[in-house]
């Protein structure tokens, strides 16, 4: 079976200990989280989670109805690339010594739309939001003039492109049938 990025959305209430439930879901089934979020989502005391793993289908699949039977889970969803929005944020720092000396550094910065927050004589903070592969480019192309002193870039963060949201149409509906 080809494995392939895929992209779980969980919403679960606010309680201590949901997290480590989800991600022992992962690890009995020996599969690897390669980034996850945890927010509070638009709906009250609900929180979304964005996990990112490489799978095939049929196991994602399984992860996700397993991760939906944990009792505090309202829903889990796969995902699939072309139904959400992707984010992720990047933050470097880098010499700000190399980058005065090496005028390629702010050109890069520039090409890629990234930002400079903070200067000093030492270092430099640098932002960027995007998709993976281009902050991946980005910082490749920074670290080849060796100018990355420290590097950090959030997971996935997403939205879908449906313009209704199951989750509270499942919360109407659990919110009926307890009335």
Known sequence: MEKKLYTLIVHSENIAGILSQITAVFTRLQVNIESLNVSASSIKGIHKYTITAYSDEEQIYK???LIEKKIDVLQSRV?????I?????VLMKISTPVMLNNEN???????HN???LESNHTYSVVTMTGKT?????????LDEMNCVLQYSRTGRIVI????EEPLSDKL????????
Do not use: G
């Not at 995902?79 to 139904?83: F, I, K, R």
């Not at 879908?160 to 313009?163: A, D, L, N, V, Y």
């Open 63 to 65: 992860i996700s109805r």
């Open 79 to 83: 995902m699939t690339d072309d139904e």
């Open 85 to 89: 929005f992707i984010q992720e944020v």
């Open 105 to 111: 550094v702010c050109k890069t910065i520039r090409e």
């Open 114 to 116: 990234a930002q400079i």
């Open 133 to 141: 592969d281009q902050i991946m480019d980005l910082y490749f192309s």
């Open 160 to 163: 879908t492109k449906s313009t």
């Open 172 to 179: 109407a509906k659990l919110e009926r049938e307890n009335h």
